[in-house]
């Protein structure tokens, strides 16, 4: 479904909500609140009665709407909602399920104030409209996914973060943009790019990486030369200036009206689109070239608020980005536990970033103004497939399909192996890591499904690579020796809330739903998925003995940890669900989970 971006009239406005049937409202109504139901139960936000017939209740705040539901208990408190089983009761008389109201008759138990209510609300109706498209799209199932190219498995998704229940926000967005740059409609786009003067400007790279010769692979000669002479017809010095890729949408939105300034004292030149399409991946401002997918990624700043955060770029982070990526490239190159595991990271190559001095004088360094004018590129994982190899982001493995089948379990098949073996070589590749990266180097990162792209063949999982480094990995050790340029990595996390980098990222936030998954489709019992964990990890720890006391101080197999609530964070400010100056403090823990490993 397309739309053209000049002057809609007739047909076009009804095309670009021919999505919005009452059908597939009602449908995706009912995911949403199967998906609440679920989520803020485990979050414990609310406390379902059971009833006499095993069914579930869960009650308003006036105590006069029912809603009735049968789910399956899971390990980590995980709460199977059976979507189709869901009703809505009052006054005796059964009610269509609506997201909206739900939300509202609930608002109390989930500590919605009436301030974020209403931007909640609406984050949740562009959310329950992005599900609406989706079931407009052709039904592929996930064995015909698991078998599909990178970018089909990256814009086949339909579900996003599995935690957050309002993930699809994209505040900002009206639905001829949502068309053109959500990941899901699979939108050729084309990147506009600026000339920004370097007097405001600064460009940064990797080692051996210099600008003319990003710019030159990037873009080629005829369009650099293009972009050459736009500036010399003004008058102006190409010299004096560094090339930005910009989002379409920051540029109509944003940066041609709170930049004006900059646009009108040509400080900032509009050159026009580059001549590569791209596909907007799942975190919506990274950009894939599709015509050439060998080049880089393109990450871009989008002053679109998405499940809690502005999604800007600073122009100030940007600067050190390149050298993080190297130090950590390095790290994983020289440390032969990571690479037996052939863990890889493609690295964030080189960062520019414009700063706008009088919003800078105007705000502190966390303001959403310094993050309007930023740009990195990001090594593509193509180059480094070899034969008969397949990519894949891992958020894929916890995508159920129209039927009720997951990627995961169809990879299992495709393999042939049994399932915990097959779970045996995802653990280790990706888990293991994780684990030694904790333990060795207090060096911690962001590792869900959307973070992570698996190498596959034949269905298995021959090793994995990170990604998204600069803005998400930390060093938990006030005493590591860091180079300078690094020092911005290192955070301050309480003892006792350093292992949850592992238990809540990972365990909680990914293996949770991946587990009851399996079990559901009788691929796996969680037991058995959770002993090939716990012997992933003990194999890790017998391969390590000089790390035996770290194994001690951080107990992987303690009966309990703290149960982290990521949607509590977002329904109490979704503009800014965490304190970028001190993210460890903005943490909701809510009591404990079990282990599912201990005892294991």
């Known amino acids: 479904m397309t739309l053209t971006t000049d002057t809609a009239t007739g047909p076009h406005l009804s095309d670009a909500v021919a999505h919005l049937t009452p059908e597939r409202w009602a449908r995706a109504n009912r995911l949403l609140i199967r998906k609440a139901l679920a989520e803020f139960a485990h979050e414990r936000l609310l406390t379902p009665e059971a009833a006499d017939d095993g069914s579930y209740v869960v009650r308003s705040d006036d105590g006069l709407t029912r809603y009735r539901f049968t789910a399956a208990r899971r390990a980590l408190d995980h709460w199977q909602v059976d979507a189709e089983s869901i009703t809505r009761h009052r006054d005796g008389k059964e009610l269509p399920l609506h997201a909206l109201e739900f939300f509202i008759e609930l608002k109390g138990a989930l500590g919605l104030s009436d301030e974020v209510l ?122 004096d200036y560094l090339l930005i890729p910009v989002h379409p949408w920051q540029w109509w939105n944003k940066l041609s009206v709170t930049f004006a300034a900059e646009v009108a004292q040509q400080h900032l030149v509009c050159l026009g689109e ?13 950009f894939f070239n599709k015509s050439a997918p060998e080049k880089h990624y393109v990450k871009t700043a989008l002053s679109v608020i998405n499940m809690g955060f502005m999604r800007g770029l600073s122009a100030a982070y940007m600067e050190a980005t390149p050298a993080i990526n190297d130090w950590l490239a390095q790290l994983v190159e020289n440390d032969p536990v990571l690479k037996s595991t052939g863990l890889s990271v493609i690295r964030e190559r080189a960062a520019v970033g414009y700063r706008h001095l009088e919003y800078e004088a105007a705000t502190d360094r966390y303001s959403p103004y310094r993050k309007m004018l930023a740009a990195l590129w990001r090594e593509s994982p193509v180059p480094s497939l070899r034969e008969g190899e397949q990519l894949a982001t891992m958020a894929s493995l916890v995508h159920v399909d129209h039927e009720g089948a997951s990627v995961a379990a169809a990879l299992i098949e495709r393999s042939g192996l049994a399932p915990a073996e097959w779970l045996r070589r995802y653990l280790h590749a990706y888990l293991t890591p994780l684990l030694h990266s904790f333990y060795a180097y207090d060096l911690v990162f962001m590792p869900h499904g959307e973070n992570v792209i698996l190498v596959l063949q034949d269905g298995v999982v021959q090793r994995v690579i990170y990604k998204d480094i600069a803005e998400e990995i930390a060093v938990m050790d006030p005493d590591a020796v860091l180079p300078p340029v690094v020092e911005r990595i290192r955070v301050e996390v309480p003892e006792d809330k350093k292992l949850l980098s592992i238990l809540t990222d990972v365990f909680d936030c990914f293996f949770r739903f991946l587990a009851a998954n399996l079990a559901e489709e009788g691929v796996i019992e969680e037991s058995d998925f959770w002993r090939t964990v716990a012997d992933c990890v003990r194999d890790y720890q017998a391969s390590a003995p000089e790390l035996a006391d770290k194994f001690r101080q951080y107990d992987m197999f303690a009966p309990e940890f703290a149960l982290s609530c990521l949607n509590r964070l977002q329904l109490r400010n979704n503009k800014q669900m965490v304190d970028l100056a001190d993210p460890a403090g903005a943490l909701q823990l809510v009591g404990n989970l079990k282990n599912p490993i201990a005892g294991l």
């Open 118 to 239: 209403p931007v909640y609300l609406e984050e949740i109706s562009s959310t329950v409209s992005g599900t609406c498209y989706k079931l407009t799209k052709q039904q592929l199932t996930s064995a015909e996914l698991a078998r599909s190219g990178f970018q089909e498995i990256e814009t086949g998704m339909t579900e996003g973060h599995p935690c957050f229940v309002a993930n699809n926000g994209r505040l900002g967005f009206g639905v001829h943009e949502y068309l053109s740059y959500a990941p899901e409609t699979a939108s050729p786009v084309r990147l506009i790019w600026l000339a920004a003067h370097r007097s405001r400007a600064a460009f940064t790279a990797g080692v051996g990486l210099d600008y003319e010769s990003l710019l030159r692979s990037e873009l080629g000669d005829e369009t650099l030369k293009r972009f050459s002479v736009t500036l010399t017809e003004k008058g102006l010095d190409p010299e």
């Open 274 to 286: 580059g001549d590569d399409e791209y596909l907007a991946q799942q975190s919506i401002r990274t």
